[in-house]
């Protein structure tokens, strides 16, 4: 499931994926505004909607549930942390890495997910946007990668075939902090 938020009054900008198991809305339930945030199914989807105030019931019932939803929205301030690193990365090819790991549910400096073959339902022109790049730049990226094995360009995806290949190549590329 595609994240996307307003970034003018008719225009929406890909900020990230949900996948099996993942939950978003929190921020919204616990600060009371309302959501920013469209969703858009990109592939089968079976989606779970928790009505708020029979979740605030449950909260009052049970006050140490209030921790799974402060160490969700812990994951997901972590998770916009890294999106703001992976601007900071100069390299183009390194920063396009690591917005790929970041949409596949790693991050450049964790542990990347070892399962192979991860599609990405995710156009050129999102992830070039995604990595502040010119689509061309990341499309010449792509190629590179995809001839070393790393990925799969599909029409409007991206499929990952080596997601610790594909992290240890954008390493490569990243100076080394000085002692």
Known sequence: V??????SHDAEALIGFCWARDWTGEMEFVSGVPSFTSVEAR????????DYRKLTLLLDEKPKWWSCVAALEAEHALHAGDTLMDLRIHDPTARCVSVILRMIGGALHADAPAAPNILV???QVELAALANLHRNSVGTILRKLAAEGLLINHYRAIEVADPVGLQRRARTLLPVPER
């Open 121 to 123: 339902p995710m156009s």
């Open 2 to 7: 595609a994240l996307s938020r307003s970034v």
């Open 43 to 50: 592939t089968h989807a079976r989606l779970a909607l928790v």
